[in-house]
């Protein structure tokens, strides 16, 4: 079956450290997204890519960095910079960056400060 | 800028019954596309619904249709014979036919419970 995988499902993070986010797709999608959901509110953009070797900023990209080194992979690394990491993060792509394209979701990575 | 604006925080439904979760967006854009995601509490999103500015019809998937009102830049998700699995929370969202189309902006969302 295709589909987004995302791991791991709970990741926790000590005060300091970098922790990298898994997302793989084997949907053959061109596009790739990481958004951030906190508890009780809609997505925020942190990053997107629409092929390999480009990405963009969303809209909280402050503290966190992207590759898209490979088209099934969308990997997201939450630096010390970024202060408040706790979150839901959710990777999507979509065939394309067309305004007619859904997004399709993986199931999410929760993280929690330790 | 685009803007969602869902002012429904929590909905209740009788099973079998229909709801309507609003949605209204703001936009300068002529050609935009709006979509419709579940959430349930597992956390995964689901597509259910794509409505485009041009299509004069609205869109029907199943029991989900989209109620679009493009002069009142309105949205509204209809659910028809709610079932007990229709419990989540739902989220409205844009997504524009420019530059930036990368960028979706979703609403707040709306906790639909459906009780028996």
């Known amino acids: 079956d295709g589909g987004i995988t995302q791991s791991p499902k709970y990741l926790f993070r000590k005060e300091g450290q970098n922790v990298t986010l898994s997302c793989e797709q084997n949907l053959n999608h061109d596009a790739m997204y990481w958004h951030r959901q906190d508890p009780g509110q809609g997505l925020r953009l942190i990053y997107y890519?629409?092929?390999?070797?480009?990405?963009q900023k969303g809209d909280i990209a402050e503290g966190y960095s992207v590759s898209r080194e490979k088209k099934e992979s969308f990997p997201l690394t939450v630096t010390s910079a970024q202060k408040n990491p706790t979150a839901f993060y959710l990777c999507?792509?979509?065939?394309?960056?067309?305004?007619?394209?859904?997004?399709?979701f993986g199931d999410g990575t929760r993280l929690s400060i330790l | 800028a685009q803007k969602i604006t869902q002012t429904q925080p929590g909905m209740f439904v009788q099973e079998k019954e229909a709801v309507t979760l609003d949605c209204t967006y703001d936009t300068s854009d002529q050609s935009y596309g709006l979509f419709w995601y579940k959430q349930p509490s597992s956390g995964e999103m689901i597509f259910l619904i794509y409505q485009g500015s041009y299509d004069e019809q609205n869109a029907t998937e199943g029991r989900y249709s989209l109620n679009f009102q493009k002069a009142r830049k309105s949205a509204n998700l209809v659910i028809s014979a709610s079932q007990l699995g229709d419990s989540a929370m739902y989220f409205c969202a844009m997504r524009p036919l420019n530059t930036n189309a990368g960028k979706s902006t979703f609403g707040d969302g709306t906790t639909l419970t459906v009780k028996p």
């Open positions: 999507a792509s979509s065939i394309g960056t067309g305004f007619n394209q859904p997004q399709h």
């Open positions: 890519s629409q092929i390999v070797n480009d990405f």
